[in-house]
């Protein structure tokens, strides 16, 4: 039985030695970072990222930069801007049977914002025929005034967005049309339709070529919805707000969703540090185990577990994981990859623990053990396993990355769990969108950058865990 005092003694002179290796605090360090945002990231972020992630994020603009990119481009974009519920009843007045909501906007930006979105307005009507109405213009800072949307019905809770909405782009360029005076190629202007910037042209000066060459007007303007509720109906803004969705968001930027990519970054550490650190602990048991065994019993029995073992090392386990990926529906569960690294990942640490246990078993006390009649299970797990530990919990440390690694290429095919936010799962939406192909870097680089990191850390401590529990590699 082990002595506390002797395993205080082995941690302390263990530590010194550790101690001397600053690869190994520097792996710590990072370590201790990513537990700390896997552990926070309910408090970092939102608790409720995970199921916001399989929808779309209304709210936000899509694939924009990070924020701070304007201190590098020279370009002021404008900012994500929100005029929650309790500011925006301020802004509120009724006039009869038209409620006016007026909310004034800065416009100090080279480009303007990418959407307007109105959020959670209610409609109720005791008559099946009526409905609340909306109206929504834009009052410039020229004195002239935009309508985006004319009559819009409310039926129960309505949402209103512009720039995507083709309707809005035709009104945009018939008032163009009409306060420039332009004419237009009806094969230019369906080209339009679909594809104009609509807040760039509606924030823009006045010229003949805004419509291809917006340049950004800049003062203040005025957001102005105007709600009709004839008798019998009603609408409730208590909810209600208003956001001029930004050219930049957050840290990282967002996707073509409008997910946040930072929340997205620091929910990933979860799943990466959940399934390398599971994976390296079993696939290390097992090997152990399978080694020191096969080494015991030795004769046929080595033989055929060793036959086994250069089987299953010969299958080549990404196309496999593929195929199985493909059998499961398409989609692989995270228990699923779990189980699946750990079947191809034990072959090598097998072998080597096969040979460091064939030395341990002509020790003497191994053969004093067996001829007092100590029974298989004791000599393996007393006296034979206990030997392995050093290795054993440096591969730990070094089968990390490559099970992270292994997670992050299946989510990439499309082939991991999509009910989890993952950085394998990002890439791959990344790669269906064309992020790479149309400078979404953001969306391509942290991650990656993600993955990268983690490796080293692991790899970091591996390292330095062989160096301080393996004498030939020891630096004195």
Excluded at 63 to 92: D, H, I, M, N
Excluded at 374 to 403: D, E, K
């Amino acid at each position: 039985m082990v002595r506390w005092v002797d395993l205080k003694d082995s941690l302390s002179n263990f530590w010194f030695e550790f101690k001397r290796q600053k690869t190994g605090i520097l792996g710590i360090l990072l370590l201790i970072f990513w537990i700390l945002v896997a552990i926070g990231a309910p408090y970092i972020t939102e608790p409720d990222i995970p199921e916001k992630w399989k929808t779309i994020w209304i709210e936000y603009p899509k694939t924009v930069p990070p924020t701070w990119v304007g201190v590098f481009t020279g370009v002021s974009e404008a900012p994500q801007y929100v005029v929650p519920p309790e500011e925006l009843q301020k802004y509120v007045r009724v006039k009869g049977t038209k409620i006016i909501i007026d909310v004034p906007y800065n416009m100090k930006y080279d480009v303007p914002p990418q959407d307007i979105v109105i959020m959670d307005i209610s409609g109720n009507s005791t008559n099946r025929r009526l409905k609340p109405s909306l109206t929504l213009k834009v009052l410039r800072p020229d004195g002239e005034e935009i309508t985006l949307v004319s009559g819009l019905k409310i039926k129960g809770t309505t949402d209103v967005q512009v720039a995507r909405d083709s309707s809005v782009r035709k009104a945009v360029i018939n008032w163009v049309k009409q306060k420039t005076g332009i004419q237009l190629d009806p094969t230019k202007e369906f080209q339009l339709v679909t594809t104009l910037d609509t807040l760039k042209v509606v924030f823009a000066k006045l010229s003949p070529d805004m419509l291809d060459n917006p340049q950004a007007l800049k003062g203040e303007y005025h957001i102005i919805v105007e709600i009709k509720t004839p008798k019998g109906t009603s609408v409730d803004l208590s909810n209600t707000k208003l956001i001029l969705t930004g050219r930049t968001y957050g840290y990282l930027g967002t996707d073509n969703k409008g997910r946040d990519l930072f929340a997205g970054i620091v929910w990933g550490s979860r799943v990466s540090l959940t399934i390398g650190i599971a994976t390296a602990v079993l696939t290390v048991i097992v090997g152990i185990f399978y080694g020191v065994t096969a080494a015991y019993f030795g004769g046929w029995t080595d033989e055929l577990m060793m036959r086994f073992q250069e089987f299953m090392a010969s299958i080549p386990s990404l196309p496999i994981l593929i195929l199985l990926g493909t059998y499961f529906g398409g989609h692989i569960q995270l228990w699923q990859i779990v189980l699946l690294l750990t079947v191809f990942g034990w072959v090598g640490i097998a072998r080597v623990a096969r040979s460091m246990a064939y030395q341990i078993k002509e020790q003497t006390y191994v053969e004093a053990a067996i001829a007092l009649g100590a029974g298989t299970g004791r000599i393996i797990f007393r006296h034979m396993v206990p030997q392995l530990l050093p290795y054993a919990f440096a591969q730990m440390a070094l089968n990390v990355p490559s099970a992270v690694l292994a997670e992050a290429s299946l989510s990439f095919l499309g082939l991991g769990d999509p009910t989890q936010v993952t950085w394998g799962q990002i890439l791959h939406d990344a790669q269906n969108a064309g992020a790479a192909v149309n400078g979404y870097w953001w969306w391509v680089i942290p991650p990656g950058l993600a993955i990268a990191l983690v490796a080293l850390t692991f790899v970091l401590l591996g390292t330095a865990l062989d160096r301080v529990l393996n004498p030939r590699l020891r630096r004195l």
